[in-house]
Antibody, heavy 119, light 112 residues
């Protein structure tokens, strides 16, 4: 059973960089899957941020691309998200999720972590 | 970006009765590989979304067979044949055919 666990600061100051990590267990991050970050502002819907495969090939949402970096750490079986120049609009629950090859999107999700942007 | 429009926004249902949620996309979701990457997710309050349906109508393992997905092109439907109390929450459709990946705004299902 694959499990994903997000971690990172729950509070980030405006203009700073949000950094989150998703630890993958029960499976290898080097398998033929894609790994995504998705966020959900409080009381609102879901927004896909970015995804990466085990080789480091990435795709980004153009709405956030200039501020986002996604990376993979195969040695620790985890992947990470960095979002720069944050504002209050970036306050959200951030989820990591897996996509299986063959376009089987988001079959496993982490529990989510709330990140609040505030001074 | 492909806009996913769900209706209704809110759906009060009676236990044991059927329910239906519509999802329309601003572009055809038929991929060049012939597949249609339309997914349905269910999110209970305070929980992560859970995928119910992928590729329009393929039900995930462990998902009750009272859930079914149908549709083609730009018009899709999630049906619950007989609503149970555990089905409350928000349902999202999501397309994986075009980049960026996009979700519908959600339909909140509640018991009358």
């Amino acid at each position: 059973q694959v499990q994903l666990q997000e971690s990172g600061p729950g509070l980030v100051k405006p203009s700073e960089t949000l950094s989150l990590t998703c630890a993958v267990s029960g499976g290898s991050i080097s398998s033929s899957n894609w790994w995504s970050w998705i966020r959900q502002p409080p009381g609102r819907g879901l927004e896909w941020i970015a995804e990466i495969d085990h080789s480091g090939y990435t795709k980004y949402n153009p709405s956030l691309k200039s501020r986002v970096t996604i990376s993979v750490d195969k040695s620790n079986n985890q992947f990470s998200l960095k979002l720069s120049s944050v504002t209050a609009a970036d306050t959200a629950v951030y989820y990591c999720a897996r996509t299986l090859s063959g376009g089987r999107f988001f079959d496993y999700w982490g529990q989510g972590t709330l990140v609040t942007v505030s001074s | 970006d492909v806009v996913m429009t769900q209706s209704p926004l809110s759906l009060p249902v009676t236990l044991g009765q059927p329910a239906s949620i519509s999802c329309r996309s601003s572009q055809s979701l038929v991929h060049s590989d012939g597949n249609t990457y339309l997914n349905w997710f269910h999110q209970r309050p305070g929980q992560s979304p859970r995928r119910l349906i992928y590729k329009v109508s393929d039900r995930d393992s462990g998902v009750p067979d009272r859930f079914s997905g149908s549709g083609s092109g730009t018009d899709f439907t999630l049906k619950i044949s007989r609503v149970e109390a555990e089905d409350v929450g928000v349902y999202y459709c999501m397309q994986g055919t075009h980049w960026p990946l996009t979700f519908g705004g959600g339909t909140k299902v509640e018991i009358k």
